[in-house]
């Protein structure tokens, strides 16, 4: 399941040095079933405290982490949607993608250039969804004057064209005052009808606030992390503060030697691990665990798949020839110690077809093929 995150954001404002620090993470990350595809593409291992626990508990040859793919998205300026600077391969990029990262420039740096003039954030962030909204107003119009032309049918296809021409109207009308797809609180249907269009203001967004090392520990009183902080909150979107710059230092430190320098820098653990995290959550991501003493592993799935579908992710012989699941909670097996102490205390259960599972269940498949 490749599961994608875009980077995007005005130039200058730490993109790629977010990039650059992730990538960084992931070529490091120890028996990683590696693919570099293109430049601007990274595999990412999401960090995971309960993988780490079990692999302590069960000191496997192998302890592999799921992994996040993160895109550097380069090349958005004003009027990208009217093919300013990279313009169109800009918005193709984005298309793809599954969820966004919007990294907005709170540092002040007077070394690097600010294309809008200084620095402001939010301003920076109502440039990019401009270009943005517009570009999904094109794609809004394109596809309603197909259906418009469908009207004339007659019977269901008609009026069912009827019913896409009056919503893609309403659609058309907010993004024309600016307001993206995802804040227009759709229905379902209204979201299913539009989904082959892949809208770009209609993808999750998390937003990145880039500070300087010297605003560390000063978050909560840093007036352009404020400002960034209440746009969000007003959209429902998560913000991750971190330095970029220095994130890309800590990747280039051993390992032994980040502890020390995190503490010194006022830092708990890295900032990219919580850009990891929250956008996995992001995406609705759930993980399920593989437990023994060849490999402990971490798999991804969404919220919802059932037993078999989650089995599919290892491998599609596993999805077709389910037999039955024996599942168990990764918190019973860190507690007691063993898994044959969690089948003594009646509490690995044997699961078939229907089961929805669960995050952070370890599960062992049965199947026939
Ligand atoms: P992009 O155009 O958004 O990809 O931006 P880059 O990642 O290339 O960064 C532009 C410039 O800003 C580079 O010179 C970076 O070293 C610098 N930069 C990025 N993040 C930070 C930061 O947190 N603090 C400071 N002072 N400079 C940064």
């Known amino acids: 399941m490749a599961l994608s995150i875009g ?29 570099t595809i293109e430049p601007n593409v990274g595999v990412v291992p999401v960090p995971d405290d309960r993988l780490d626990q079990l692999s302590a508990l069960i000191k496997p040859l192998k302890k592999i982490p799921t992994s996040l793919e993160f895109v550097d998205i380069a090349g958005l300026v004003r009027g990208a949607s009217k093919g300013e600077g990279l313009g169109n391969q800009f918005l193709g990029n984005i298309r793809q993608v599954n969820a966004v990262l919007h990294v907005l420039r709170c540092f002040e740096d007077d070394n690097v250039t600010h294309v809008e003039g200084g620095v402001n954030p939010v301003r920076d962030r109502d440039v990019v969804d401009t270009e943005l909204c517009l570009k999904d107003l094109e794609t809004v119009e394109k596809r309603r004057e197909r259906s418009l032309k469908n009207t004339k049918m007659g019977g269901k296809a008609g009026d069912e064209a009827k019913a896409e021409v009056a919503l893609l109207d309403r659609i058309k009308a907010k993004l024309d005052e600016g307001i993206t797809v995802r804040a227009q609180k759709l229905t379902d249907d209204e979201k299913a009808a539009i989904q082959d269009l892949f809208l770009l203001t209609d993808k999750p967004v998390l937003y990145v606030a880039n500070i300087s090392e010297g605003q ?29 710059a220095l994130e890309s230092e800590i990747q280039q430190l051993a390992e032994a030697d980040r502890p020390g320098f995190l503490a010194d820098s006022g830092l708990t653990e890295p900032g990219l691990n919580k850009v990891v995290r929250e956008g996995y959550k992001l995406l609705g991501l759930w993980t399920y665990f593989t437990v023994g003493e060849q490999e402990c592993r971490a798999w991804t799935i969404h919220k919802g798949f059932k037993a078999p579908q989650a089995a599919g992710v290892i491998h599609s012989d596993f999805e077709r020839g389910f037999i039955k699941a024996e599942v168990f ?25 229907e089961y929805v599972v669960q995050d952070g269940d370890c599960m062992h498949f049965r199947f026939n093929v």
């Open 216 to 244: 560390i520990g000063k978050e909560d009183s840093d007036p352009r992390v404020q400002q960034v902080r209440e746009m969000a909150a007003k959209e429902g979107a998560g913000v991750v503060v971190l330095a970029a």
């Open 329 to 353: 909670g990764w918190t019973d097996l860190v507690k007691l110690g063993s898994e044959a102490a969690v089948k003594e205390k009646g509490l690995l259960r044997v699961e078939g077809k």
């Open 7 to 35: 980077i995007v954001g005005l130039p200058n404002v730490g993109k790629s040095t977010l990039f650059n620090a992730l990538s960084a993470a992931g070529a490091q990350a120890a028996n990683y079933p590696f693919c």
